[in-house]
């Protein structure tokens, strides 16, 4: 028991560091590709387009979204 008080301070920045970086390299990128893909689906503009021109732009906006997120 006397460890554990002795190296709480240790253990609690470890802690916050497994958490950042659960954070930084799980958490977050999934939930930019999540309103990456919804925005691309939803953007209006897209309205119009049909077969391989929809699909371009769909993924050419994909593919700026993440950008602008720092993920590519």
Do not use: H
Not at 18 to 39: H, M, N, Q
């Amino acid at each position: 028991m006397n460890k554990i008080k002795e190296y709480k301070g240790i253990i609690i920045l470890v802690l916050i560091f497994v958490l950042g970086a659960f954070y930084w390299f799980e958490y977050r990128p999934t939930k930019i590709k999540e309103r990456c893909s919804a925005d691309a689906r939803f953007d209006t503009r897209a309205d119009t387009l049909f077969g391989d021109e929809y699909q371009k732009f769909i993924n050419d906006y994909y593919d700026d979204c993440l950008m602008r997120f720092g993920l590519k």
